[in-house]
C-alpha cells in the first residue's frame, strides 16, 4: 500500500479497536496491525478467561459453603482440562464476534505482522513502510516478573500462564495482593488448590473493606501473610517464598502478581522520538498525544487504569485527538471492580484520596446484616462505605465489599457524575432485595443512626 492512510493503528484490542471503529465512522481511512492474536489482553488473558474460571470455582465454592440446611450440595474434585477447554471456546467465540466480525463489518483491516518505527514518520511493518497521516499506539501490557533473588529457578506462572493450567497444583503461593493476585488466589482455592497469599491485601482500598476480605480469605482457607517477599527458591517439594519478617512459605507453584510492564519492546520508541515515563509506558498528556506530534497512544501501554473501558475510550480519544478533533477523558467516577468473593468495587474518590483533595469528608458505612438481599440470600459478611463532601452533601465515592458489589456501581457512577447528594440517591427509588437497594439505604444514615423498616 503506497497511499497513505489517514491512520495506523498498532494492535487489536479494546483500545485499537474503538480506534478503528472512530476511524472509519468519521469516514477515514484506517488499518490495525497485529504481531500475534487478534483481540488484545481483555478477550484472550485477561478479563474474560479469568473471569470464566473465577465464576466456575464460585460454583464449586457455593456447593462446599452452602448456607442452605435443606438443600444439600456436594462438590468433589475438578477436571481443570475440561473447564480451561470450554473457557478457550468461549474466547475463540467471542475474539471471531467481537474483534474479527466488528472490524469487518466496520470496513477496516487487521494485518498481520511486527510494526517497528525506522524514524520520526515511518513505521514499518515486517520491514515495509506504512505511511499515515498518525498513529496510534495501543500495544497493551503484559505480567512483569518481579526481580527476586532466586525467581529465575522456580518457573514462576503469571496470570496468563496460570489459565493454561490443566491439572490443579495442590499448592500455590501467590505473591501479590492487589486485583489480580486477589482473583487468582480465590480461582485457584475454590477449585480445591491450597492457596497462600503474600502481600498486602487490597492496598487501594478503604480500610474497613479491607479486613472484611481478610475474613472472606480466611473462610476460603487462604493463608494470607501480609508481608513482602524477598526470595525465592526451588526446593525438593516445589518452591519457598522467603519474606522480609523472615517467614518462610512453601509450595507446588508460584504465581506472580506483582504489576505489569509495557509492551514496547518491538516498537523501537527512540527512532520515532516517542518518550516513557519512569515506568517505561508511553508518556501521553490530556489528549493521549506523545511526544511525536504524529504518535499518540491510548490503553495500558500508557499506564492508565487497566480496564478495557478505559482501554476503549482512550482509544476513541486518541482516534478523535489524531484525526483533528477535540476529545479528553474524563475520569470522574471510574468504577473498579476485583471480582473476588465478596466482590470489592469502587467508584470515584476514597476518603483518603476526598482528603487530599481538600474536602471535608462525611463518610458511612452500612454493614451486610442491614442490607435485606444479604440475609435472603444468608451471607452477611460485606459492607458498603459512601465518601460524601460534608459542606455539599455531594457524593464523592462509593466502595463495597458484597456479593454483586460491581452491579452497585453503575449506579454510583451515575451518582457522583451527576453531581448527586446524599439527600439525592437517598430519596430515589431503588428496588427492593436487590443489592444495589444498599446505596440507598447507606445514603439514609446521613439522616440518622437509628434502625429502619425493611424499605422505609
Given at each position: 500500500m503506497s497511499e497513505e492512510l489517514d491512520l495506523v493503528v498498532v494492535g487489536s484490542g479494546g483500545a485499537a479497536m474503538a480506534a478503528g471503529i472512530h476511524a472509519r465512522r468519521a469516514g477515514r481511512s484506517v488499518v490495525l496491525v497485529e504481531r500475534a492474536v487478534v483481540g488484545g489482553t481483555c478477550v484472550n488473558i485477561g478479563c474474560v478467561p479469568s473471569k470464566t474460571l473465577l465464576a466456575a470455582s464460585g460454583r464449586r465454592e457455593h456447593a462446599l459453603h452452602n448456607p442452605f440446611r435443606g438443600v444439600p450440595t456436594q462438590a468433589g474434585p475438578v477436571d481443570l482440562a475440561a473447564v480451561v477447554a470450554q473457557k478457550d471456546a468461549l474466547i475463540e467465540g467471542m475474539r471471531a464476534e467481537k474483534y474479527v466480525d466488528v472490524a469487518a463489518a466496520h470496513g477496516f483491516e487487521i494485518r498481520r505482522g511486527e510494526a517497528r518505527f525506522a524514524g520520526p514518520d515511518t513505521l514499518l511493518v515486517d520491514g515495509q513502510p506504512l505511511p499515515a497521516a498518525a498513529y496510534v499506539l495501543a500495544t497493551g501490557a503484559a505480567p512483569a516478573i518481579p526481580d527476586l533473588p532466586g525467581i529465575a529457578e522456580v518457573d514462576p506462572l503469571t496470570s496468563t500462564t496460570a489459565m493454561e493450567l490443566t491439572e490443579l497444583p495442590d499448592s500455590l503461593i501467590v505473591i501479590g495482593g492487589g486485583y489480580v493476585g486477589l482473583e487468582q488466589a480465590q480461582l485457584f482455592a475454590g477449585l480445591g488448590t491450597r492457596v497462600t497469599l503474600v502481600g498486602r491485601v487490597a492496598p487501594r482500598a478503604e480500610p474497613e473493606l479491607v479486613e472484611?476480605?481478610?475474613?472472606?480469605?480466611?473462610?476460603?482457607?487462604?493463608?494470607?501473610?501480609?508481608?513482602?517477599?524477598?526470595?525465592?527458591?526451588?526446593?525438593?517439594?516445589?518452591?519457598?517464598?522467603?519474606?522480609?519478617?523472615?517467614?518462610?512459605?512453601?509450595?507446588?507453584?508460584?504465581?506472580?502478581?506483582?504489576?505489569?510492564?509495557?509492551q514496547t519492546d518491538a516498537l523501537d520508541l527512540a527512532a520515532a522520538g516517542v518518550a516513557v515515563d519512569e515506568r517505561g509506558f508511553i508518556a501521553v498528556d490530556a489528549r493521549q498525544q506523545t511526544s511525536n506530534p504524529r504518535v499518540w497512544a491510548a490503553g495500558d501501554v500508557t499506564g492508565a487504569p487497566q480496564f478495557v473501558y478505559v482501554a476503549a475510550e482512550t482509544g476513541r480519544a486518541a482516534a478523535v485527538n489524531a484525526l483533528g478533533g477535540k476529545h479528553e477523558v474524563d475520569y470522574t467516577g471510574l468504577p473498579a471492580v476485583i471480582f473476588t468473593r465478596p466482590q470489592l468495587a469502587s467508584a470515584g474518590l476514597t476518603e483518603a484520596q476526598a482528603l487530599a483533595a481538600g474536602h471535608a469528608c462525611d463518610c458511612r458505612v452500612l454493614g451486610g446484616q442491614d442490607i435485606p438481599r444479604a440475609l435472603t440470600n444468608q451471607h452477611t459478611l460485606g459492607a458498603l462505605k459512601i465518601v460524601a463532601d460534608a459542606d455539599t452533601g455531594r457524593v464523592l465515592g462509593v466502595h463495597a465489599a458484597l456479593e454483586g458489589a460491581g452491579d452497585v456501581m453503575l449506579a454510583a457512577t451515575y451518582a457522583i457524575k451527576a453531581g448527586m447528594t446524599i439527600d439525592d440517591v437517598a430519596d430515589t427509588w431503588a428496588p427492593y432485595l436487590t443489592m444495589s437497594e444498599a446505596l440507598r439505604i447507606a445514603a439514609g444514615l446521613y439522616r440518622d443512626d437509628k434502625p429502619t423498616s425493611c424499605c422505609a
Open positions: 472484611l476480605m481478610r475474613q472472606a480469605f480466611a473462610r476460603a482457607g487462604i493463608a494470607v501473610l501480609e508481608q513482602r517477599a524477598v526470595r525465592v527458591a526451588a526446593a525438593a517439594d516445589g518452591v519457598q517464598v522467603v519474606t522480609d519478617a523472615g517467614q518462610t512459605v512453601t509450595g507446588d507453584r508460584l504465581l506472580v502478581a506483582t504489576g505489569r510492564r509495557a
